[in-house]
């Protein structure tokens, strides 16, 4: 969550939000819920809804105006001079890309993309390894790996920074999805382990007796099987690792391998002057992120709803 | 274009290499007598993932403990000195109390907000609800320094006289008030509660969505023989549907709670910590990266560290509990 971040617990499942209803709770005839909200029950949610876009369309609308208009009055004028259209202009998308946008742009997904992708692979076998196998000590790791959920990646950070200046790291693409990797690792565990213990062990077991082997059950079998869940942990980890700033900034830094988070960071720092560029920097910043997010929503909410948080 | 190449090389090695790692160290497993090669097998599967965990996480923190005991260039002992310092500085006070003040106000209010969402649009329409839910959701995928900016374009102030173009002032000066500078307000501490505002923005969607699932799950003959009883509305819903959930509303709170605890961007980008907003974890970024004191930096992270120790604790109780009732 933001990330904010923001962003996933590891508290387990909390057996409540299994969809387990036997039953539609809403067949004809019964309908206890849909449609009976009460007009103060509406009007509330309205207001609220409202308050949640406001903020969202004020910087779209303010994005399109040009720099004088956008200095000079409200983005909520245009309510009232819609039709005015000197003062609307895509200038500013033009001007944020050429500024920095689209170094940093291309930078993010140098980033984003092997810390997203690569976890999943490794995560998936110690998935598998935790619930089809028997070994001493594994209960004992599961379980520092569900306390490792909650804990604060800001732990790591110190001496990863002195790490890396040893290894000539800092500085690099690497540097930054190297760790994504490692902090994800935990969340991607935990979401694949808890999706698999779901599927049926008859499955494996006849797969066993037919002679496969684990790595062939594992490839042809538990990981094809297991593709809404490896799906929601990778939109997850794309939110986080695109829209991180701490991590990216500490050993990314501002230059000529900033990513798009950054370089908003930056323009939102200078007072006033280049406004309009951050307008339109911080939705340029934002539509890969909200796109995979309203594409996959389902994976995501999927994904919540497995009791995911992520320390 | 040359990074765009590097990005898929480093996935196609990242991914290709750990396949490769996996297939040789599974032949070799494989080579072994079958006892062992059951034995080894495990670890086959899970070693490079402890590997990472342990390189990235457990390793680090534990040098973040030792550290925290040394100078700002970790080149001698200092003892027990950054935190008597730390503890001991008014600035640092500050920073406690207003990481109190977030823990306090933060995650209660997104809970209850997003409770009385889930609970209100649960009752109208499905496409109502779904339009509803998706525009309190969005936020979730938007950045602290996107959702920062956007708020920027609240709070901003103008001096007296001159139009407002942040919607904050437009309407308290419409009411006949002066222009205010929100964010450099920190009687009652004003600033740190409207930075506070962005992170339940943008957090309140996630509670939503995992409660009005639990929501949905409570079994609907619960409902119907407490009505049939004699409950009203209110009965129910505390009586009935808020026991069945509150497992969830438990883990909705924690996971709020730690976004909390490292929440950096919002504060960073808005105040940088000043006009007394700062935050524990922007104070860390700035001992460790405006300072370069690694101590110090250290010794904030400990902190933190023991501050989670509670809920690492609840949450392998929790864990345990489920496992026990699967």
């Known amino acids: 969550m933001t990330t904010t971040g923001t962003t996933p617990p590891p508290t387990p499942v909390p057996a409540e939000v299994k969809p387990r209803r036997a039953m ?6 019964v309908a206890p819920g849909a449609g009976r909200a009460s007009w103060p029950a509406r009007i509330v949610l309205l207001v609220i809804c409202f308050l949640w876009l406001v903020p969202t369309i004020g910087i779209i609308v303010t994005s399109f105006r040009t720099e004088e208009a956008a200095l000079t009055s409200g983005w909520w004028t245009v309510i009232t001079s819609p039709l005015d259209f000197t003062q609307y202009t895509i200038a500013n998308y033009r001007e944020a890309w050429d500024a920095g946008m689209n170094n940093s742009f291309i930078n993010s997904f140098a980033v984003t993309l092997p810390a997203t992708i690569i976890p999943i692979m490794i995560a998936a076998f110690a998935a598998y390894a935790f619930t089809f196998m028997e070994f001493p000590f594994r209960d004992t790791l599961f379980v520092v790996i569900v306390g490792l959920l909650v804990v604060p990646n800001q732990v790591a950070l110190v001496p990863l920074l002195r790490l890396y200046t040893d290894v000539n790291l800092t500085g690099q693409f690497a540097a930054v999805y190297l ?31 037919d002679g496969a082997s684990h790595f062939k059950t594992f490839w042809r079998l538990i990981v094809p099987m297991s593709v809404p869940a490896l799906a929601s942990f990778a939109i997850f980890q794309f939110l986080w690792v695109w829209n991180d700033l701490l991590i990216a900034l500490l050993f990314l830094g501002p230059g000529e391998r900033e990513v798009v988070t950054v370089t908003v960071a930056g323009l939102v720092g200078q007072q006033q002057q280049g406004w309009q560029l951050l307008t339109a920097g911080a939705i340029i910043s934002m539509v890969v992120p909200v796109a995979v997010f309203i594409a996959l929503q389902r994976y995501f909410v999927r994904g919540l709803t497995a009791g995911s948080v992520k320390g | ?30 080579m072994l007598p079958q006892k062992w090669e059951e034995r080894v097998k495990p670890w086959v599967f899970i070693l490079p993932a402890i590997a990472a965990i342990g ?121 006949g008030f002066d222009p205010v500078a929100w964010l450099q307000v920190d009687t009652l501490r004003l600033n740190s509660f409207l930075l506070m505002v962005i992170l339940i923005w943008a957090q309140v969607g996630f509670s939503m969505v995992l409660l009005s699932a639990a929501i949905k799950g409570v079994p609907i003959d619960t409902i119907e023989a407490a009505r049939i009883d004699g409950a009203n509305e209110r009965q129910i819903f505390f009586r009935v549907t808020v026991p069945q959930i509150w497992g969830t509303v438990i883990t909705v709170f924690i996971t ?39 101590g110090r930096a250290s010794a904030i992270v400990v902190m933190l560290m023991i501050a989670v120790v509670p809920v690492v604790a609840y949450q392998v109780r929790h864990f345990r509990a489920e496992e026990a009732a699967r």
């Open chain 1, 24 to 29: 539609p709770r809403r067949g004809a005839g």
């Open chain 1, 179 to 209: 760790a994504h990797i490692g902090f994800g690792m935990p969340l991607a565990i935990y979401i694949l382990r808890n999706y698999m213990s779901t599927l049926p062990k008859a499955v494996i077991e006849s797969a066993k007796i």
């Open chain 2, 1 to 30: 274009m040359v990074r765009v190449i590097n990005a898929l090389l480093a996935i196609v090695g990242g991914v290709g290499g750990a396949l490769l790692l996996y297939w040789i160290l599974n032949r070799l497993a494989e």
């Open chain 2, 55 to 175: 390189l990235f996480l457990i390793y680090p923190a534990v040098r973040t403990i030792v550290l925290s005991f040394a100078n700002a260039t970790s080149t001698a002992w200092v003892g027990l000195e950054n935190y008597t310092d730390l503890l001991g500085s008014r600035d640092f006070q500050i920073t406690l109390v207003n990481t109190l003040l977030w823990i306090a106000v933060v995650p209660a209010v997104v809970v209850a907000l997003g409770l009385a969402v889930a609970v209100l649009a649960d009752r109208l329409g499905s496409g109502g609800e779904r339009l509803t839910k998706s525009s309190i959701f969005l936020p979730m995928a938007i950045s602290g320094v996107g959702a920062a900016t956007i708020w920027r374009f609240i709070y901003e102030a103008r001096p007296e006289g001159e139009t407002q173009i942040g919607l904050q002032n437009a309407v308290w000066t419409a009411l």
């Open chain 2, 256 to 294: 709020v709670l730690i976004t909390v605890l490292k929440a950096f961007d919002v504060v960073f980008v808005m105040t940088n910590g000043n006009f007394n907003t700062d935050i524990i974890a922007v104070r860390f970024f700035n001992e460790l990266f405006r300072n370069g004191d690694n």
